[in-house]
């Protein structure tokens, strides 16, 4: 008898504010969309990603516009090696202290991107920057807000 192992991969939610927030998801070529997630305010939401999924997202507010520029979480799962890269990007916009904040494996460990308020040397800034950080691990937590 032959038994597949499956690889989940996820993503947890802290909403930091009393501020409802709707994640916006941007996948990379190649990979499936993913619908918008609501995630209240003081509350978490986790999402089950499909799959070793690559790409980013941003927060909007209700209403907002999800093209309007903002910070972004940015991940790649079973990238080199299998492991998952991940970086808080400020690229399109440097001092958005609205919605993404930090990201960092669910166990805590490892290095945290991003920080409390932007701008800051913990986030992606430019290309080719050396803020992506690697972890083996499938399990990520996002805050934003607050």
Known sequence: ????????????????????????????????????????????KHVSMPGAWNGSWRTIFDGGNPSESSIRGEVTFNGFVGDTYYDVEAIDNCCDNSGVKWLYP???NGVHSGCNTFPCDGAYKKWDDIQTQSTSEKDLVCEIGG
């Open 106 to 108: 669910a166990s805590g």
């Open 1 to 44: 008898m032959f038994t597949t192992l499956a690889t989940a991969y996820s993503i947890t939610f802290i909403n930091r504010d009393e501020k409802q927030r709707t994640i916006c998801w941007f996948p990379a070529a190649g990979f499936p969309a993913i619908l918008g997630t609501v995630v209240p305010g003081h509350s978490s």
